[in-house]
């Protein structure tokens, strides 16, 4: 993964690429061992010719850029939309340009026709009063986590970016099967029962953070003290697709701090080699 | 925010299209949406307005231009209960 300093509030274009040694970092960390991002055959069935890289990985670089050229404050946002995967060993181009208060960015390839990823990054009101429902349902964060990101990614060292892939990492670990049998309970009743088989993509994924919270520090003792939940989904059918927006609030002290916002598509097929391809995002 | 400029923003979030070429005449076709395109602005609707925007309704031409989704979300939006 290349990561750069940047010192200009709009970056200039930004080239990245992601080996095999990236994937399997960031599936040692996040526990995404989808075999679209390993085994060619599960890649092609999805629809892909070429190993696909994880969109959390894919991310974490820009949101570095973004970061180092615009810090964080007040209640910021980061939004971002998945449109086509990154491939093993592609190279892409990461590119900003200013928009509203904020900055709009794009993934794309070489040639500047083919986007990757697309989206946005500035300054937003509090949404704490919405995410009070979250509070009543919180579990805490098991701490180890911090460690092993540090260990993963030492040169990252926005606690936001930290805590935004510890939440993302713990939702696909303990919480993405509720989440799929939901849709696969939906799209059952939908199709009057018959067996489906599903391949579930990320589509979106936005992160809301208070900087002035990360401003002061995420230490040990501020750590043991966060709490997330995940509030149910609302789920829309549109053909064999089904589409959601998974909402994980993150609190210290029982205050909202972040909410991580997971876009999910499960497109449901008939098509028996896609029973081998289990949970995991794109 | 209105129904038009809710959906101009999430439009120009998901096209490079410039917000003044979204007019109500503007049809879907036009703007050459991709299924996930209309997956997200459906999530979008249902989020913000609470209505439920089904496929069938652009597939079956109902819904062929802005101005038919506008006027679709306004007239089937839940009326806030009267005290």
């Not at chain 1, 910021?76 to 990154?86: E, I, M, Y």
């Not at chain 1, 349902?137 to 935004?164: K, N, S, T």
């Not at chain 1, 501020?222 to 609190?251: C, D, F, K, T, Y």
């Amino acid at each position: 993964m290349q990561t750069a300093r940047i010192v200009d509030a709009t970056p200039g274009p930004l080239t990245l690429g992601f080996d095999m040694l990236d994937v399997e970092r960031w599936a040692q960390f996040s526990g995404d061992r989808n075999p679209i991002h390993f085994d060619l055959a599960h890649a092609r069935a999805a629809g892909v010719d070429a190993l696909i890289v994880h969109g959390m990985l894919a991310m974490m670089p820009m949101k570095q850029a973004l970061s180092q050229a615009k810090p964080p404050a007040g209640w910021t946002k980061f939004r971002a939309l998945l449109r086509k995967p990154v491939a093993h060993g592609q190279n892409v181009v990461f590119d900003t340009k200013p928009a509203g208060a904020g900055l709009a960015f794009r993934l794309h390839d070489a040639s500047g026709q083919v986007e990757h990823f697309r989206g946005t990054y500035g300054r937003v009101d509090d949404p704490s009063s919405q995410l009070q429902g979250g509070v009543a349902r919180a579990r805490p964060l098991d701490g180890a986590h911090l460690e092993r990101f540090r260990h993963a990614y030492p040169d990252v060292r926005e606690r936001w970016i930290a805590l935004d892939a510890i939440v993302f990492s713990e939702f696909m670990r303990t919480r993405l099967h509720v989440v799929e049998r939901l849709a696969r309970a939906h799209m059952m009743r939908l199709s009057g029962g018959a067996p489906m088989s599903r391949v579930v993509v990320q589509s979106s994924h936005t992160v809301t953070f208070d900087a002035a919270f990360f401003d002061q520090g995420l230490d040990a003792g501020a750590w043991s003290r966060l709490s997330h939940a995940l509030l149910a989904p609302e789920l829309l059918a549109s053909g064999n697709q089904i589409g959601g927006v998974v909402a994980l609030p993150v609190m210290c002290d029982g205050r909202p701090v972040m909410l991580v916002e997971v876009g999910l598509v499960a497109r449901f097929d008939t098509n028996p080699i896609n029973d081998q391809l289990n949970g995991g995002l794109k | 925010m209105n129904v038009a400029e809710f959906l101009q923003d999430a439009i120009v979030e998901l096209k490079d299209v410039d917000e003044s070429a979204l007019v109500p005449a503007l049809t879907f076709e036009e703007l050459a949406l991709d299924s996930l395109d209309y997956v997200e602005i459906q999530l979008r609707i249902k989020k913000k307005f609470r209505v439920e925007i089904t496929p069938e309704l652009f597939s079956s031409g109902q819904l062929k231009n802005l101005g038919d989704l506008y006027a679709y979300i306004e007239t089937h939006q839940p009326q806030p209960a009267v005290a």
